[in-house]
């Protein structure tokens, strides 16, 4: 079987899902709930940024243009939250702080280090210019203005404007409901005494699980199934009444024992397996009735770099997201050779430094098999070596994509 370069299959599965997803439904949400969801509808503003004109600075607002040296009777006083309130009288003026609301009448403001005050007689030392240190009404938003479009994810800043605009909830995609399950007989949890000879403490699942952390999804943990087909079988038949997607690691590769390609294949069907990819060639990317499935391999860091190149994307897809989040990727030097000897694309895993002029440093780990889970854990980055590359010297440019914390 010929085997997908990675590109084509990333399309690939972008377009099947795109084929068959229904809209997901929707649910309102607390605002202080809604952060990294996914807007079901558009936002329309319900009142004008600023609700009135506002003083930008602490000053004085004077009724109308003025001239150095000119003199006003300060007549009261505007502070935010609480309005001049009375009428301005012939050469009055009213002192005002950032983000009070301007006085009805007033067309300037003058800025307090271009007064001088005497009692309650101000001097201007600087001319005042007509509308000047005044933001005005609905100037950045004007009401009934669409301010955020359904399909967004929604960031920091987006909850700061939503709060601005007196939103209290918000209308939001379901969660996507995503099963993760282990497979292998040799798996223990972690906590549970290491008894057996051969026997491996099951990390996959719980990077599926801190992973998906970080998406607007349910994650449902499904635990560990046995090497048996039949228990697979079983297994599968839970998944699909409870969950939108699973995510498995594991019985993917062609070996005795691995019995989840097989497992999917009777229950639904396979869309795509084995990519042109090192490390994570065995793939899997099928669907079972309304379930989803993308099978990694076992190996730990094929099924890290598996999630991060087909199951990420897939799922903020699914999430409703309009725009799918692409990974930051720019050019570094390597700081020393990288090896590759294969015609796949090679997701290797390095450390990136910035240098004091601005470039950056890659320096890969000298090993990179796919069981080295402390290697990713001290990377920061993947250095990504083409399909039609070869190894490369020290000083060599290449692409790299950090991890989503390497600058935390």
């Known amino acids: 079987m010929a085997l997908t370069p990675v590109h084509e299959l990333q399309a690939r599965i972008h377009e099947k899902i795109a084929a068959a997803r229904k809209p997901p439904a929707s649910e309102r949400v607390p605002l202080v709930s809604a952060l990294g ?5 558009d936002v329309a503003s319900a009142l004008n940024l600023p609700p009135a004109d506002i003083s930008a600075m602490d000053g004085y607002a004077l009724p109308e243009a003025a001239a150095a040296g000119s003199e006003w009777r300060i007549a009261g006083e505007s502070v935010a939250g609480q309005p001049f309130s009375g009428s301005l009288p012939e ?7 950032t983000g009070a ?3 009805a009448g007033c067309r300037s403001v003058v800025i307090q280090e271009n007064v001088q005050a005497d009692g309650g ?3 201007l030392e600087k001319d005042a210019a007509e509308g000047g240190n005044i933001r005005r009404c609905g100037e950045e938003i004007a009401a009934g203005e669409t301010v955020l479009q359904a399909g967004r994810i929604l960031r920091q800043a987006d909850i700061m404007l939503l709060a601005a605009l007196g939103c209290a909830e918000i209308e ?3 969660k996507v409901r995503v099963a993760v399950l282990s497979s292998g007989d040799e798996l223990l949890e972690p906590g549970e005494p290491a008894t057996r000879s051969g026997s491996i403490y099951d990390s996959n699942r719980y990077m599926l699980m801190a992973r998906l952390s970080a998406l607007p999804v349910e994650v449902i943990d499904f635990g560990q199934v046995a090497d048996k087909l039949e228990d697979v079988l079983k297994m599968l038949d839970k998944v699909i009444q409870q969950a939108d997607v699973l995510i498995t690691t594991g019985g ?3 070996g005795d024992y691995d019995f989840m390609r097989e497992a999917v294949e009777r229950v639904g069907s396979i869309h795509h397996y084995k990519v042109a990819l090192k490390p994570g060639k065995p793939f899997v990317f099928g669907q079972m009735l309304n379930t989803w499935c993308f099978g990694l391999p076992g190996n730990p860091v094929s099924g890290f770099v598996g999630f991060d190149m087909f199951v990420k994307a897939a799922l903020w897809q699914l999430c409703g997201a309009a725009e799918i989040p692409q990974p930051l990727r720019f050019a570094a030097k390597l700081a020393e050779p990288a090896v590759k000897n294969h015609s796949r694309t090679d997701i290797q895993r390095a450390i990136i430094s910035r240098q004091p002029d601005g470039t950056w440093l890659a320096a890969p780990f000298g090993s990179q098999d796919s069981h080295r889970i402390y290697q990713v854990s001290r990377a920061n980055a993947y250095l990504i070596l083409p399909a039609e590359s070869g190894s490369l010297p020290a000083g060599a440019e290449v692409t790299v994509q950090p991890f989503a914390e390497a600058f935390l």
Do not use: K, T, Y
Request: hydrophobic content about 60%; proline content about 4%; glycine content about 8%.
């Open 252 to 254: 993917v590769s062609v």
């Open 172 to 174: 939001v995609f379901h």
């Open 37 to 41: 969801r996914v807007l079901a509808q």
């Open 121 to 123: 007689i101000i001097r």
């Open 91 to 97: 050469g009055g003026c009213v002192r005002i702080m």
């Open 101 to 103: 609301v301007v006085p």
